[in-house]
């Protein structure tokens, strides 16, 4: 969300904050439903995704088109561009399990970064798989592996809860064993994630959600975004390119 805080005209419907995990009953250990939720995770050498999004980055609310491409393990390339009379590429970003880099088009200045650079805004839990699973729809990788992860059924719903450190989750399913909900939080450090996924669409032999609702909270800031996929293909050639011009400046100078 701090990659793609870029300035557009539209305006967006807030919703509500981020609700940190509530407890849940253990019932037994959930070994034959994580198979279940591997069967079902979407698979993909690349991913190519077109997406209206609306975000509200602490307050600066805007309308996007995002165009994400994803080499499997490896990067996230994203295009970000908004349409006033015309369509215009106003950002770009791409992240790899190392580092973050961003282009800021309509101000001239880039940014180069870690990929520790993140836990300025978020729990040092999150890594890069996390986040390519979250833009398509799958489960953590890290919840899969977690073998002392709690189950509970509740009007047909499944819902898996654990910890990953200081990081309390809770993954509501839907029937079909498709991530629902996700919900992280650590109290100590003042930081929660809510994620929604919703109106699945097929993709492949799988399914994926076609909107994906994001809601974080990091201390007294908060941020939103909501992705509404229009286009989605697998396993197709890609390319990800990120050239920045001798004219532009770090952000950080600025």
């Known amino acids: 969300m701090i990659v793609f805080g870029c300035k557009a005209k539209k305006q967006l419907v807030s919703t509500s904050s981020p609700v940190a995990p509530q407890p849940v009953a253990t019932v037994k250990r959930a070994d034959a439903q994580m198979e279940a939720i591997k069967a079902t995770q979407l698979n993909f050498n690349t991913f190519s995704g077109k997406a209206n999004a609306k975000l509200d980055i602490d307050g600066e609310k805007n309308d996007v088109v995002l165009n994400i491409h994803i080499n499997h393990d490896k990067e996230i390339w994203v295009s970000v561009s908004v349409t006033v009379l015309v369509t215009v590429e106003v950002a770009r970003a791409v992240i790899t399990p190392d580092s973050i880099q961003t282009m800021d088009k309509l101000h001239g200045v880039y940014l ?3 990929f520790s650079y993140i836990y300025q805004y978020a729990d040092k839990q ?3 798989k996390m986040l390519e699973s979250l833009l398509v729809g799958n489960a953590l990788p890290e919840i899969l592996r977690d073998k002392n992860a709690s189950l509970q059924t509740d009007n047909g719903k499944i819902i ?3 910890s990953l450190d200081d990081l309390i989750y809770a993954l509501m399913l839907n029937p079909d064993m498709k991530v629902g909900q996700l919900n992280l939080s650590n109290h100590n450090a003042g930081q929660s994630l809510l994620v929604n996924n919703n109106e699945f669409i097929p993709v492949g032999t799988k399914t994926m ?5 994001i809601q974080s909270a990091v201390q007294n800031k908060k941020n939103q975004i909501t992705l509404h996929y ?3 293909d697998l396993d197709q050639p890609l390319q990800y390119p990120f050239n920045i011009p001798e004219s532009y400046k770090p952000a950080d100078e600025n």
């Open 160 to 162: 898996l809860s654990g």
């Open 230 to 232: 229009t286009k989605v």
């Open 209 to 213: 959600p076609s909107q994906i609702d």
């Open 126 to 128: 999150i890594n890069y």
């Open 112 to 114: 180069k970064k870690p």
